[in-house]
Structures are given as C-alpha cells and as structure tokens.
Nanobody
C-alpha cells in the first residue's frame, strides 16, 4: 500500500521559515515522482514543487520560486520542502503527492497519491 505521511507545518510569522517532511512507503522510491502542491479551500490546487519529465527535472510554482526548495533523502525514502521568506499568501494546506515516474509531467496536475495534508499558516 502506497503511503505518504507528512509532518511539519504550523503557524509562523511573515518572513519566517518552515520545513515540511513526507515519508514515503509501499513503493520503490526511484520508480515514482514526488512533489508538493498546496490548496486553499474553495480554490484549485496549485503546484509548488513539480516534475516535468521522467529524468526528475523539477520546477517550482511562480509564487514560490526562489523561496522554496525541494530535497530528498533516498536512504530514508523521505522528501522535504524547505520554505523561506514566507508570506501570508502562502497560507494553505500543503500536500505531498506522488505518481509513477512515466507520468512525471502530470505530477502536480493529476497526482495518483496524496499525503494527508499539512496546514501552513503565515501571519502578517
């Protein structure tokens, strides 16, 4: 069974930093693309850190480019999202998502698997 278990998040003041973690299990880590999306209730989800091809080339959403960084620890089957210079408009529920490596370009638009979601709230 594929599982994505998230941790981290919470409340932070504008300008602060947070790190989200996502521990993956139930699949071979290298066979899947993993990334992050976020969603504000009532709106479509937005790609935060996505993959564009099966080579693992990654891109970031325009709203977070230069402030957020994706990283992974393959030995721990865990990925991270380091979020710096946070702004109130970054407030959302953040989801770790995964899809088969052959469908990497669809990771953020149509992910196959979702983590449980983590609330990030940035106060002004």
């Amino acid at each position: 069974e594929v599982q994505l278990v998230q941790s981290g998040g919470g409340l932070v003041q504008a300008g602060g930093s947070l790190r989200l973690s996502c521990a993956a299990s139930g699949f071979t880590f290298d066979d899947y693309a993993i990334g992050w999306i976020r969603q504000v209730p009532g709106k479509e989800h937005e790609g935060v850190s996505c993959t564009k091809d099966s080579d693992g080339n990654r891109y970031y959403g325009d709203a977070v480019k230069g402030r957020f960084t994706f990283s992974s620890d393959n030995a721990k089957n865990t990925v991270y999202l380091e979020m710096n210079s946070l702004k109130p408009e970054d407030t959302a529920i953040y989801y770790c998502v995964a899809t088969g490596i052959d469908y990497s370009r669809y990771l953020c638009s149509h992910p196959d698997y979702w983590g449980q979601g983590t609330q990030v709230t940035v106060s002004s």
